[in-house]
């Protein structure tokens, strides 16, 4: 395994690499309460990830826990960080300030590299902080000035994951909306899944890569991704892992668990899925050789 980050001076950006292919992340359901989901994915695919995900809400302190046992496992932790019941508005007047010093400074005191998105697919309609909730130019008051606290409270380890949905006809905006300005952030992420049978790597992502190239010349991630049972998930996995690879996008985040509510909320998970398990191996060995 080749680790995500090397050791630089204190003062410095994180030193994550950004080479393409390089990061193979996952995110599972009660990793934040016990690491073993995270192991027994490793043990799935026959390598260990060396980036892990977690979902967060303002209010909840950063799980040093999970981040230590990530670290210990030559992983990158990071951090999707939603408003929860707090107003993007009330972010950027400052009133969450207590809350985001503290949280900073606990990422500041654990050292290692972290990756941190805030108020994420905010270019898409159904979350309150998104598009038609919450104005563009709002959100991008809110998501600097969490940056520049951080900044302030001298967090240098954070990696700041701009975090924009693949676009969706008819749900998503113009994602040069949302851009708060390349000295506010490091990385572009993108969300995105393979729906129906008819998704490819070509009709989910490369339009939005395209777009994100054209607006910054940022490292891309694809932050969140899945192939569902209903799209053909076994069939489906050389075109995701040869669309990264053609891309030239750093890595991928597969999300990993179980939802049962629809075309969108379909069984993302490998284990139990045997073909699934052969197919994704047979991509690492082809398209992550070595890591």
């Not at 990793?31 to 695919?45: D, K, L, N």
């Not at 809400?57 to 992983?75: D, K, M, Q």
């Not at 905010?122 to 951080?150: E, Q, Y």
């Not at 892992?241 to 909320?265: C, K, L, M, N, P």
């Amino acid at each position: 395994m080749v680790l995500a980050h090397q050791p630089r001076a204190s003062q410095d950006a994180p030193a994550l690499v950004t080479t393409p292919d390089h990061y193979l992340g996952v995110a599972e359901a009660n990793e934040i309460a016990s690491y073993r989901p995270v192991s027994e994915f490793a043990t799935t695919i026959g390598r260990e990830p060396n980036m892990v995900l977690y979902y967060t809400a303002l209010g909840t302190p950063f799980y040093v826990r999970l981040a230590r046992e990530a670290s210990a496992h030559g992983a990158v932790t990071f951090v999707q960080m939603n408003p929860g019941r707090t107003s993007l508005s009330a972010v950027a007047a400052g009133r969450a300030d207590s809350y985001l010093r503290s949280f900073a400074d606990s990422v500041r005191s654990f050292g290692g590299p972290v990756v941190i998105g805030f108020a994420p697919e905010m270019n898409a309609n159904w979350d309150s902080w998104g598009w038609h909730h919450t104005k563009p130019a709002v959100w991008i008051a809110a998501w600097r000035h969490v940056v520049t606290l951080f900044r302030q409270e001298h967090a240098r380890n954070v990696t700041w994951l701009w975090t924009i949905n693949a676009d969706v006809p008819g749900a998503t905006g113009p994602i040069q909306r949302w851009w708060p300005g390349s000295a506010f952030v490091d990385w572009v992420g993108i969300d995105g899944y393979y729906y129906y049978s008819s998704s490819t790597f070509a009709t989910v992502f490369s339009p939005t890569i395209n777009r994100v190239r054209a607006l910054t010349s940022k490292p891309v991630l694809i932050s969140e991704t899945g192939i569902g049972q209903v799209a053909g998930q076994a069939a489906k996995m050389a075109d995701l892992f040869a669309g990264i690879r053609a891309s030239r996008v750093i890595g991928f985040v597969w999300f990993d668990e179980t939802q049962h509510a629809g075309i969108y909320h379909q069984d993302w998970r490998l284990e139990g899925h045997a073909a699934a398990v052969a197919a994704f191996r047979q991509a690492l060995s082809i398209y992550y050789p070595g890591q």
